[in-house]
T-cell receptor, first 117, second 114 residues
């Protein structure tokens, strides 16, 4: 149980285009989803916290107009990188929590490697 | 905010030896401490976690200890095997209306040599 699916796994795009990444909880309802960014050989940096039906909470330094997050249902959150530039190239990972007794536990998606040319 | 420090950044051990990774946290309100294992290009996998009402937890070759007073927690891997080679991240979390965000340490790259 507790499977989180993330798509696409890899995307290559031209500078200036927008890229949408989907994060789905397959076998549980995710009250909260998180979006992380990871640089090579670095730790996971929290970008934003996404609660179903409400606006995402962004971490300091993360541009909310650049990284649009939508959590329209209990099983889907999307991250859209708008007008992507080479410096946005990174590994983006989502995670989800189910709430309840084990509400702290985060289950991670497989990540999306974004390369902006 | 919470600050999680992790040491060492790299660790190399011989197969069969033990490995210990240590983390400290700054926010005394943190009450949940998971450890994740991440292989290259893969998703982080939860390997063990501990809550603040417990001092130690063990699962086969893996154990975690927590010292709330000193605000540090450690991962212990015994009888290491080459397949234990990966990057390990500690994290700290606390109850929050915004949803239990994890603050990660910088990671430890563990190499187990045969």
């Amino acid at each position: 149980g507790a499977v989180v699916s993330q798509h696409p796994s890899r995307v290559i795009c031209k500078s200036g285009t927008s890229v949408k990444i989907e994060c789905r909880s397959l076998d549980f309802q995710a009250t909260t989803m998180f979006w992380y960014r990871q640089f090579p050989k670095k730790s996971l940096m929290l970008m934003a916290t996404s609660n179903e039906g409400s606006k995402a909470t962004y971490e300091q330094g993360v541009e909310k107009d650049k990284f649009l997050i939508n959590h329209a249902s209990l099983t889907l959150s999307t991250l859209t990188v708008t007008s992507a530039h080479p410096e946005d190239s990174s590994f983006y990972i989502c995670s989800a929590t189910s709430g309840g007794v084990v509400k702290n536990i985060q289950y991670f998606g497989a990540g999306t490697r974004l390369s902006v040319l | 905010g919470e600050n999680v420090e992790q040491h060492p950044s790299t660790l190399s051990v011989q197969e069969g030896d033990s490995a210990v990774i240590k983390c400290t946290y700054s926010d005394s309100a943190s009450n949940y401490f998971p450890w994740y294992k991440q292989e290259l290009g893969k998703r982080p996998q939860l390997i063990i976690d501990i809550r603040s009402n417990v001092g130690e937890k063990k699962d086969q070759r893996i154990a975690v200890t927590l010292n709330k007073t000193a605000k540090h927690f450690s991962l212990h891997i015994t009888e290491t095997q080459p397949e234990d080679s990966a990057v390990y991240f500690c994290a700290a979390s606390k109850d929050s209306n915004s949803g239990y965000a994890l603050n990660f340490g910088k990671g430890t790259s563990l190499l187990v040599t045969p």
